[in-house]
């Protein structure tokens, strides 16, 4: 299995509070991404990167923020969370040809 | 922007019988497609992927699909199904750009009936 280790695997928090979740690679890959995962949408892109600092928007991105500042590791952030946040979040590494995902963190705001 | 479709949320099919799920791309440029698979609070696995090379392209565990450029279709196929190969499966096609990012389909359900 790629190196992909995803922290925490749960969480439940509170509407409005912060959250981060954490993403570590050991494969040194260039690019990472964070999707979400719901039922009847698949996994839709939140943001990704493809370089330490280098990030951009995917298709969902209202709520949430990232960050990049070494290799192996991509956070994810909910500034203050909402109940539509709730949602199971896989990351991904790849470095062109084939994406290799994380064990996902399922995350319950209440 | 590029969409994936996956007819059929779920599809159900007798244990030794032939697996097919179906998906479409929007797509004027052949891109990377890919399928993978999800077993219960797992992530995904790749089964297969096609990068412009064979159009016949063979997976893990049995699976197959064929990128068909006319009828922007990549399906996946399996002759006869094992109880085992029960779990969601995802059509993906990856951004024509330097990106690399997945766009995935809604997903199938496959039920494998003893």
């Known amino acids: 299995d790629a190196g992909i280790t995803q922290s925490p695997r749960h969480k439940v928090t509170e509407t409005g509070t912060p959250v981060t979740l954490r993403c570590h690679q050991t494969?040194?890959?260039?690019?990472m991404y964070w999707y979400r995962q719901d039922p009847g949408h698949g996994l839709r892109l939140i943001h990704y990167s493809y370089g330490v600092k280098d990030t951009d928007k995917g298709e969902v991105s209202d709520g949430y923020s990232v960050s990049r500042s070494k290799t192996e590791d991509f956070l994810l952030t909910l500034e203050s969370a909402t109940s539509s946040q709730t949602s199971v979040y896989f990351c991904?590494?790849?470095?062109?040809?084939?994406?290799?995902f994380g064990q996902g963190t399922r995350l319950t705001v209440v | 922007a590029q969409s994936v479709t996956q007819l059929g949320s779920h599809v159900s099919v007798s244990e030794g019988a032939l697996v097919l799920l179906r998906c479409n791309y929007s797509?004027?440029?052949?891109?990377?497609l890919f399928w993978y698979v999800q077993y219960p609070n797992q992530g995904l696995q790749l089964l297969l992927k096609y990068t412009s090379a064979a159009t016949l392209v063979k997976g893990i565990n049995g699976f197959e699909a064929e990128f068909k450029k006319s009828e922007t279709s990549f399906h996946l196929t399996k002759p006869s199904a094992h109880m085992s190969d029960a779990a969601e499966y995802f059509c993906?096609?990856?951004?024509?750009?330097?990106?690399?990012?997945?766009?995935f389909g809604s997903g199938t359900r496959l039920l494998v009936r003893p």
């Open positions: 494969e040194n890959h260039r690019y």
């Open positions: 991904a590494i790849s470095e062109g040809s084939e994406a290799f």
């Open positions: 797509s004027s440029v052949p891109p990377y």
């Open positions: 993906a096609v990856s951004e024509v750009d330097s990106s690399y990012k997945l766009i």
